[in-house]
């Protein structure tokens, strides 16, 4: 039987996961260099939005799942987080901005009309994950907030510079998140370390689940990439994500 990984081990393999982050797919090293253009934001904004708006289901589907009282009073931020609550706004609204920032109307984000079927299946199939699964597992699957603040970071710092013509003010949900996503790694970080470490095969069941939910990032970059259709047809010759 395989040795069970100590704690900072356990920790370090999942924070090894982060060389698979879409912030390597060539659609976001393109949008990291500028090469995009005004229609390929826009269209990315357009797809991410279905993505925005299915994190407080995931979240709820968490929720409903888990009959620990002191995880559900710190996990329900989250909703609110991206919901909003009296007069703060919340992600989803902040996201709207960022449309409006990009050129976008705020029907053009809301409608949905937009997305690829990719996106949809996507994101479809992680509320379903979370839904489906023992709620430990969703949570383990929220971890790709590990590496969430070095791409909000990347946008915040070259946006500006690569792409003078977005209004900064549509940039507050990069800088919102940022905070959040360092808060919410916290206690899902601390949850998948303590359940998962019961046994080796538990933790590399939750690399498997931190995976999962890395594919589901990737694909989502796939299909906007191959719905923009100005993006050149040499610029899709990646195949598939890489295996690591």
């Not at 979240?59 to 995880?71: G, R």
């Not at 790709?144 to 500006?160: C, D, G, N, Y």
């Not at 689940?209 to 299909?223: E, Y």
């Not at 259709?229 to 295996?243: A, C, F, G, T």
Request: aromatic letters at 12%; hydrophobic letters at 40%.
């Amino acid at each position: 039987m395989d040795k069970i990984w100590t704690r900072a081990e356990f920790e370090e393999k999942l924070r090894e996961k982060g060389r698979g982050y879409h912030i390597y797919h060539p659609f976001h090293v393109m949008m990291y260099e500028g090469k995009l253009t005004k229609e390929q934001l826009q269209s990315w904004v357009l797809n991410r939005f279905y993505y925005q708006i299915g994190i407080p289901q995931k979240d709820a589907a968490i929720l409903s799942n888990c009959p620990d009282v002191e995880v559900r009073k710190q996990w329900i931020v989250r909703i609110t987080d991206h919901d909003g609550v009296d007069d703060a706004v919340g992600g989803i609204e902040a996201w709207i901005k960022l449309g409006e920032a990009v050129g976008l109307t705020r029907e053009d984000v809301t409608s949905l009309k937009h997305v690829s079927p990719g996106v949809r299946f996507a994101v479809d199939a992680y509320i379903n994950f979370a839904k489906q699964r023992p709620w430990q597992e969703s949570v383990c699957s929220s971890l790709t907030e590990l590496f969430a603040p070095h791409i909000h970071q990347q946008r915040i710092s070259s946006w500006p510079e690569v792409y003078p013509w977005i209004n900064e003010s549509g940039l507050s949900y990069f800088k919102k998140r940022l905070t959040e996503a360092r808060r919410d790694v916290e206690q899902g970080l601390s949850v998948t370390v303590d359940y998962f470490s019961q046994s080796r095969a538990m933790q590399e069941r939750a690399l498997d689940i931190l995976q999962f939910k890395l594919n589901v990032l990737w694909v989502i970059a796939d299909s906007i990439m191959l719905a923009s259709s100005n993006i050149k047809v040499e610029d899709r010759d990646y195949l598939r994500q890489p295996v690591f």
